[in-house]
């Protein structure tokens, strides 16, 4: 059974950073992706970041582009999602997943198979 358990969410004011982690566990993995999503009350689960296994490809929502970034250490089977700058907006439950789908568009939903439960991050104003 695999889990993915991520940590470091928390309040933090705008302006300031938090750093994310999703650690994989209960199968061995290989060649596979890893990715961040995000929801906000009433609204639908968004696309955060991607990242590919090599590490070298990295994907990122237009509106955390400059101010987050995605990278895993893969002895570890973690990712990492570091937040800088960040704003009210991006308050919302984030939430890592891992796709072993190959070639697929890792902005979508779909596109992955297995999920974590989700991390609280709160942004004061």
């Known amino acids: 059974q695999v889990q993915l358990v991520e940590s470091g969410g928390g309040l933090v004011q705008a302006g300031g950073s938090l750093r994310l982690s999703c650690a994989a566990s209960g199968r061995t993995f290989y060649n596979y992706a890893m990715g961040w999503f995000r929801q906000a009350p009433g609204k639908e689960r968004e696309f955060v970041g991607a990242i590919r296994w090599s590490g070298v490809r990295t994907y990122y929502a237009d509106s955390v582009k400059g101010r987050f970034t995605i990278a895993r250490d893969n002895a570890k089977n973690t990712v990492y999602l570091q937040m800088n700058s960040l704003k009210p907006e991006d308050t919302a439950v984030y939430y890592c997943?891992?796709?072993?789908?190959?070639?697929?568009?890792?902005?979508?939903?779909?596109?992955?198979?297995?999920w974590g439960q989700g991390t609280q991050v709160t942004v004061s104003s």
């Open positions: 997943a891992i796709s072993t789908a190959g070639v697929v568009d890792l902005t979508m939903r779909r596109s992955y198979n297995y």
